[in-house]
């Protein structure tokens, strides 16, 4: 199917400002660095203070206002109106700065806590989300500088992380249908789509590193970054007694200590992530509480994961990277070393 980025307004029709920037994400602890066009980036991170390695390069991406599907496809659907659709391959970064300073304590000792509203403050205060995506080929898409076609385009350099020139071939200008007289000798500059979005965000940041209860250390890892992850927005969906697709998460670093942001999916916000251990019944260890359920599955035959415990539709890609069992292991010691009575279920 072929299909174009709008250029044009859907509200004037005009050809509209297009927010066009740089971007590229701290490999110490996954924020994301945006750069206005024309600027230099900054070589350090705002939110932890990691300088960007030269390797990682920045990428160009805009904010379009929707794609144009192809008069010739027939669908049609009214052009640049259809809304942009997260894929698999977009990746959700928190875009609001959290450095360690602006995180509190909880009532569980260990277990510090951010907070951004999705709405009624001002902008700066604003809990923001960002997701790209990189087009299936990673190298994001090549733009037609004539018309509104787009295709996706390889990347290159290290994990083919880079964007690099790519020349379109011949095609239809979707809009009407006809050849584009575009100059096929100029290269086009590929660029990612961006969707960028307010909500209510929670940071939970784990100031110990990982032991069992015992005193062992266990082994940190994305495997158990993402365990928690996920343990941990299920868990807090059980408690909010909402869908689970309500909520979504990711994981950062600071100073080599794990935070999981936990936020709301709708636009705005709904308050659930605001009301996460900043309210009775909610609280940082009902929560942990909440997601040591989810780990300690009922299913005898479960090692890492399961349908019963944490595998759910929404986080299909996740299920490879979990292991619940050191996951739930670092939890319990959590409660006991802050006095919350459990009956210890760990098992490694
Ligand atoms: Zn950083
Ligand atoms: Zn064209
Ligand atoms: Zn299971």
Not at 319 to 340: C, K, S
């Amino acid at each position: 199917m072929s299909e174009g980025i709008s250029k044009r307004s859907k509200f004037t029709g005009d050809d509209a400002f297009i927010e066009r920037a740089r971007y590229r994400v701290c490999t110490a602890c996954r924020s994301p660095q945006l750069t206005p066009q024309g600027m230099d980036p900054e070589e350090e991170c705002q939110q932890c203070g990691a300088t960007f390695q030269k390797v990682n390069a920045t990428r160009a991406f805009i904010r379009p206002h929707g794609f144009v599907t192809s008069v010739a496809d027939g669908q049609g659907r009214d052009p640049g109106a259809t809304r942009i659709r997260p894929t698999v391959s977009d990746e959700a970064l928190l875009l609001t700065e959290a450095p360690r300073s602006k995180y509190i304590a909880t009532d569980l000792p260990g277990i510090l806590t951010f907070h951004a509203p999705g709405s009624n403050r001002p902008e700066h205060e604003l809990g923001r989300i960002i997701t790209v995506n990189r087009g299936r080929h990673g190298g994001g898409f090549a733009w037609c500088n004539s018309c509104e076609h787009a295709v996706p385009t390889h990347g290159h350099g290290p994990d083919l992380a880079w964007q690099q020139q790519a020349f379109l071939q011949a095609h239809l200008n979707p809009r009407s249908g006809q050849p584009c007289r575009f100059d096929p000798s100029k290269p086009s500059w590929p660029i990612d789509l961006a969707h960028v979005f307010e909500t209510d965000v929670r940071g939970l940041l784990f100031e110990g590193l990982p032991r069992t209860p015992s005193g062992d250390a266990i082994v940190a890892s994305s495997s158990l970054d993402r365990t928690l992850q996920e343990a941990l927005r299920l868990g807090a969906a059980d408690l909010l007694e909402t869908d689970p697709r309500d909520l979504r998460a990711l994981v950062q670093k600071l100073d080599g200590l794990l935070v999981v942001v936990i936020y709301d999916s709708v636009s705005g916000g709904a308050g659930y992530a605001t009301r996460l251990t900043n309210e009775d019944g909610y609280l940082a260890r009902d929560l942990l509480l909440a997601a040591r359920k989810i780990l300690n599955c009922p299913n005898p035959d479960c090692i890492t994961s399961c349908t019963r415990c944490l595998n759910d539709y929404s986080n299909q890609r996740n299920w490879p990277d979990f292991d619940r069992r050191p996951a739930q292991a670092w939890i319990e010691t959590i409660l006991i070393d802050a006095g919350v009575k459990i009956d210890p279920q760990w098992d490694l």
